[in-house]
């Protein structure tokens, strides 16, 4: 395939959107930036994409739609598997949260780019982008969730989106790059040894979701006082 192709045209601006939006963010990264690194013109875009905000959403598409098919497929296995009794916690957070992580550690395939961009938008959120990826996980998240829900029965719903939204933040930030390590660290420490990370992560990610309840969650809902008749 010659790089006049439109399949390959459209691939290498892509790949330069992946990585200006990863190093600059969505809004400080412009069009003339993208098509200069693809080596493209302007026309384009405008013919594969049409405008900035339908590139994000192709952008977005080509990698999450793959991560959240394997995610599903994973749990979908597991819960065969279990034939309808509640799934360990740990299988749960294995098949959602090792997938992101093997894509975080494909640097020649792109997926480590990828994995940092996710993390930087998750921290720097368009409204956009928000609603965009609030639709793309929605099925996904939702599945998780309730797995979640059926596998821990003592903690209450609330608690566990709570907790889950804390796990997605961990993970986000162990695998977009962030280097808040040389901060705490004496000396450097390996951030690229994928199988280590994973299970830093997975004990850390574990050890939060099986925490003590918080005194807000453990105390009683209090019921409304019924009026009296007047």
């Not at 302007?42 to 098919?69: C, D, M, P």
């Not at 098949?95 to 930087?120: I, N, S």
């Not at 979701?209 to 807000?216: F, G, I, Q, S, Y």
Request: glycine share 6%; no cysteine.
């Amino acid at each position: 395939m010659s790089d006049t192709e439109p399949s390959d045209t459209r691939r290498r601006i892509l790949d330069a959107a992946e990585a200006l939006f990863t190093a600059h963010g969505f809004e400080a990264t412009t069009l003339r930036q993208i098509t200069g690194q693809a080596q493209v013109n302007l026309a384009a875009v405008n013919y594969h994409f049409g405008s900035k905000e339908s590139l994000i959403q192709e952008l977005f598409r080509r990698r999450l739609t793959w991560l959240n098919e394997k995610r599903l497929e994973a749990l979908d296995r597991l819960e065969a598997e279990a034939a309808g009794a509640p799934l360990k916690p740990s299988l749960i957070l294995d098949a959602f949260f090792g997938v992101a992580v093997k894509m975080a550690a494909d640097r020649e395939g792109g997926g480590r780019t990828f994995m940092r961009l996710l993390g930087r938008t998750y921290t720097e959120p368009s409204e956009f982008v928000r609603n965009f990826l609030a639709a793309e996980y929605s099925e996904a998240i939702s599945r998780f969730k309730a797995a979640l829900v059926r596998s821990l029965p003592d903690v209450p719903r609330e608690e566990i989106l709570w907790r889950f939204h804390f796990m997605l933040g961990a993970m986000s930030y162990a695998i977009s790059g962030a280097d808040a390590l040389s901060i705490v660290a004496e000396a450097p420490l390996d951030q690229d040894d994928t199988e280590a990370l994973y299970s830093r992560l997975m004990s850390f990610l574990l050890g939060g979701l099986r925490a003590p309840l918080p005194a807000a969650a453990r105390r009683p809902v209090k019921k409304p006082r019924a009026k009296r008749a007047a």
